[in-house]
């Protein structure tokens, strides 16, 4: 998965010659945070020892993961939450996201640049078209150095928090908007370097 997921095409080689494909893919993948599952329930008492539980997670790669632009932890459903009221309605977050795509061709076409949304801007892209706010840049800073967040992740957190901005309507990338899209990066601090003494 990875040359797809970084490069948007794929290369199958064999014996008598090697093409080249598009591969622009979203991927959407699930996993428990254990075998037994129950690792940080908090009512369930996990029952995975530490062992089994780093064989566990090194079968998902962290360069893998680092290729993955969002990565959430979703607790449990409460009883309280399934019975009530329904969310936002999805027809209203469909007008959001459609204001903030049309926001990004705007943005795009108006600058000659041949992307029709943040996903598909390299890092040159990112760097030139993802202006900060002094606080956002600053938060970016102290995330980056206090994760120990490899370039790749900085970038996906850059397109992310742009993608934030664009949601909220605003031109430059705040420091709420860079704490959000760092906060969709916690699980390969949470789970793909782990203290075995702490599991």
């Known amino acids: 998965l990875r040359q797809p997921l970084e490069d948007g095409t794929i290369t199958i080689?064999?014996?008598?010659?090697?093409?080249?494909?598009?591969?622009?893919?979203?991927?959407?993948?699930?996993?428990n945070p254990c075998p037994c599952g129950?690792?940080?329930?908090?009512?369930?008492?996990?029952?995975?020892?530490?062992v089994r539980m780093a064989v566990y997670l090194s079968r998902?790669?962290?360069?893998?993961?680092?290729r993955l632009d969002i990565h959430v932890e979703m607790p449990p459903v409460e009883y309280g939450e399934?019975?009530?009221?329904?969310?936002?309605?999805?027809?209203r977050i469909r007008q959001r996201v459609e204001a903030a795509r049309a926001r990004q061709r705007e943005r795009y076409d108006s600058l000659g640049v041949p992307v029709s949304?943040?996903?598909r801007?390299?890092?040159a892209g990112l760097?030139?078209?993802?202006?900060?706010?002094?606080?956002?840049?600053?938060?970016l800073h102290a995330a980056y150095d206090r994760l120990g967040l490899s370039g790749r992740s900085y970038d996906r957190i850059l397109r992310v928090s742009r993608t934030i901005a664009d949601l909220a309507g605003e031109d430059s990338i705040s420091a709420d908007a860079v704490?959000?899209?760092?906060?969709y990066r916690n699980l390969d601090r949470k789970y793909w370097q782990p203290d075995l003494r702490d599991l």
Request: net charge positive; charged share 20%.
């Open 13 to 31: 080689s064999r014996s008598a010659g090697r093409s080249t494909f598009p591969s622009n893919i979203i991927l959407i993948a699930a996993m």
């Open 38 to 50: 129950y690792f940080g329930h908090p009512t369930r008492k996990c029952r995975c020892s530490p």
């Open 60 to 66: 998902i790669s962290g360069p893998l993961l680092d």
């Open 82 to 91: 399934l019975s009530a009221a329904p969310g936002e309605a999805s027809s």
């Open 117 to 119: 949304c943040n996903a």
């Open 121 to 123: 801007l390299d890092s």
């Open 127 to 139: 760097r030139r078209y993802c202006q900060m706010t002094p606080e956002g840049e600053r938060m």
């Open 179 to 183: 704490a959000e899209a760092v906060q």
